[in-house]
């Protein structure tokens, strides 16, 4: 058995673990977004079980008949590789958030998810210099169905948005693993 800790390429016809050759067949429920961490487990190229990864770093197994993290000693940290991806994209995305009202939020919020995973499925998972995610980011607002006052909006953080610090960047994912004996071991290439 092996476990890794990865995001969530999904599609509306399949999702994928990023550095991970083992199909994810779980409700789109518990799936709702590309680039949602996710910790895996598998055997022979399958899949054994799924744990979602709260802000909080919580564990929620959604796949799997037991919880097979009791009998893992290494967790396989495939984010690593993607991590400085992520944060700029969740930073971004997070300062364009925060150009809406809650009750624009409420009611594009079908909308908004689209756009997140589009973003999140276009950019975290290719060969991206940090630096242009912000332009990448900017081409997608101006092909996306989002309404056009909020496009501009969005558009005017993203121009207006530095670059984050260091800190933020370099932030890995949190993980809580008491009660279990597991250590994480940061991988730089991709696993098959």
């Known amino acids: 058995m092996k476990a890794y800790l990865t995001f969530l390429r999904k599609n509306e016809l399949e999702h994928h673990a990023?550095?991970?050759?083992?199909?994810?067949?779980?409700?789109?429920?518990?799936l709702?977004?590309?680039?949602?961490?996710?910790?895996?487990?598998?055997?022979?190229?399958?899949?054994?079980?799924?744990?979602?990864?709260?802000?909080?770093?919580?564990?929620?197994?959604?796949?799997?008949?037991?919880?097979y993290l009791f009998?893992?000693?290494?967790?396989?940290?495939?984010?690593?590789?993607n991590i400085k991806k992520f944060n700029t994209i969740k930073y971004f995305l997070l300062s364009m958030?925060?150009?809406?009202s809650l009750s624009?939020?409420?009611?594009?919020?079908?909308?908004?998810?689209?756009?997140?995973?589009?973003?999140?499925?276009?950019?975290l998972h290719v060969e991206l210099d940090v630096n242009k995610i912000k332009s990448m980011i900017m081409k997608i607002i101006n092909k996306s169905d989002i309404e056009?006052?909020?496009?501009?909006?969005?558009?005017?953080?993203?121009?207006?948005?530095n670059f984050i610090n260091r800190k933020i960047l370099r932030?890995?994912?949190d993980i809580n693993l008491s009660g279990y004996n597991c250590k994480i071991k940061a991988i730089e290439e991709k696993i098959s």
Do not use: M
């Open 148 to 161: 056009q006052s909020i496009q501009q909006r969005f558009l005017e953080k993203l121009k207006r948005n």
């Open 18 to 30: 990023l550095g991970v050759d083992i199909k994810i067949n779980v409700p789109d429920l518990y």
């Open 104 to 123: 624009e939020f409420s009611f594009y919020q079908k909308e908004l998810l689209s756009f997140e995973n589009i973003i999140f499925y276009n950019l």
């Open 171 to 173: 932030k890995k994912l």
């Open 71 to 81: 009998n893992i000693e290494f967790i396989h940290d495939l984010s690593s590789i």
């Open 32 to 67: 709702r977004i590309s680039g949602q961490p996710l910790l895996i487990i598998s055997k022979d190229n399958s899949l054994l079980a799924l744990y979602l990864i709260s802000e909080d770093g919580d564990l929620n197994q959604v796949y799997g008949i037991e919880d």
């Open 97 to 100: 958030y925060s150009s809406l």
